[in-house]
């Protein structure tokens, strides 16, 4: 099933790429896309799929997030370099010719050539400029408050996730609001919901690798299995070690019932599948971490199939929920009886069934369900 799924999607993206070749765009708006398929690949072909007006804009948008991510993970930047670099970003959009020529890492060449990615910017209408402005704005001086700032508390982990999450979502939801049904401000805040919840996954699966430049997880929570966080790797099979990995685990979880109510609001199927493949990604990545002593070692990642599964079969809101039915059923099957959190993990997972129960007949019962054919 996950090889068919693979050639489904190499078949899918080769024909996009033929299809949508582009040439009806100008040189700098081609440049975008070309950028956008070498370091987005996983939100390229979901991007082309979008209508004209959406697909260039969030195209801009995500390639000047992305452009924020790599100054902040560039290892040859100074703090206080990037910290001028992050807060004033947004600036360099109403700079006609900006470029940044430092960089050598993979977005080297996006910041080299920024200036084209300014002039796209410059084409798209004045609220489409606003929002993407002021969400580089806040997130570019969120990253720079973080940049020497250890991360003690929940509160604190909170608010990094969404300065570097939860604020993508927001901006694309104002972004689409034309695509957006029901209460928007509710949508604002699910979307950070979102943002936030994928953005504790990437933690816990990056921790082996982020923690030789950052700890990224609460001091809050790990402080109370070990006294220093290396720990975690020095000894990853101690019930500690696992006890923390599977607190981790649900204190991400705690975010996916406001997650999933965000799929509600969106009423283009192009919208609901550039949301969705990301959410059900992340809750198979955290399946995956789920009591595996491997987590604090290397860097946890899904098999490519599943992921060519997700990407193939997310259509709507029903391929979701079975996506995470099976997700609840993998956890179950993991979950250990002397895990101190076990108590909590059950009551949890039959909460998130009951969940699921009630978004699967809610989505019956909804106007704006999206099909994708």
């Known amino acids: 099933s996950e090889m068919i799924a693979l050639a489904k999607l190499k078949y899918s993206n080769s024909l996009n790429q033929e299809i949508d070749n582009f040439s009806k765009f100008s040189e700098d708006t081609r440049f975008c896309f070309e950028m956008l398929s070498q370091i987005g690949t996983q939100f390229a072909s979901m991007i082309s799929s979008m209508n004209n007006e959406s ?28 910290k001028k670099l992050l807060n004033e970003f947004h600036l360099n959009l109403s700079t006609p010719g900006w470029t940044y020529n430092v960089l050598i890492n993979e977005s080297g060449v996006l ?9 796209v910017y410059r084409t798209l209408d004045e609220k489409q400029r606003s929002i993407i402005c002021d969400i580089t704005r806040r997130m570019g001086c969120g ?16 608010n990094f996730c969404s300065y570097i ?9 104002a972004l689409v609001s034309k695509n957006i049904a029901g209460d928007f401000n509710q949508a604002i805040q699910r979307a950070n919901e979102m943002g936030i919840f994928i953005q504790k996954a ?5 921790f082996s690798v982020d923690i030789h430049k950052k700890v990224l997880c609460p001091r809050q929570i790990w402080s109370k299995f070990v006294n220093e966080v290396e720990e975690l790797q020095c000894d990853n099979t101690s019930q500690e070690s696992m006890t923390c990995l599977n607190e981790l685990i649900l204190d991400a979880l705690e975010h996916v019932p406001k997650s999933l109510e965000y799929l509600f609001f969106i009423r283009d199927p192009a919208v609901f599948k550039f949301c969705a493949v990301p959410l059900v990604t992340a809750m198979a990545a955290l399946v995956e971490c789920f009591g595996n002593n491997q987590t604090f070692c290397k860097r946890i990642q899904i098999r490519k199939g599943l992921a060519a599964k997700i990407v193939t079969e997310v259509r709507d809101f029903e391929s979701v ?9 993998t956890i179950e099957s993991k979950m250990n009886k002397i895990d101190p959190n076990y108590g909590w993990l059950a009551i949890k997972m039959n909460q998130f069934r009951d969940l699921l129960a009630d978004l699967k007949w809610a989505d019956e019962m909804n106007p704006h369900k999206c099909l994708i054919s």
């Open 165 to 173: 999450s939860g604020l993508v979502g927001i901006g694309l939801t």
């Open 111 to 119: 910041l080299s050539q920024f200036d084209k990615v300014i002039t």
């Open 202 to 206: 990437n933690i816990i699966c990056d």
């Open 321 to 329: 929920i079975k996506f995470f039915q099976k997700f609840l059923n």
């Open 143 to 158: 990253i720079s408050n973080f940049l020497d700032k250890s991360i003690e508390t929940k509160e604190d982990y909170v």
């Open 55 to 82: 697909k260039i804009a969030i195209a801009v948008y995500y390639l000047i997030l992305r452009s924020l991510d790599a100054i902040e993970s560039d290892p040859k930047l100074d703090i206080e370099e990037k």
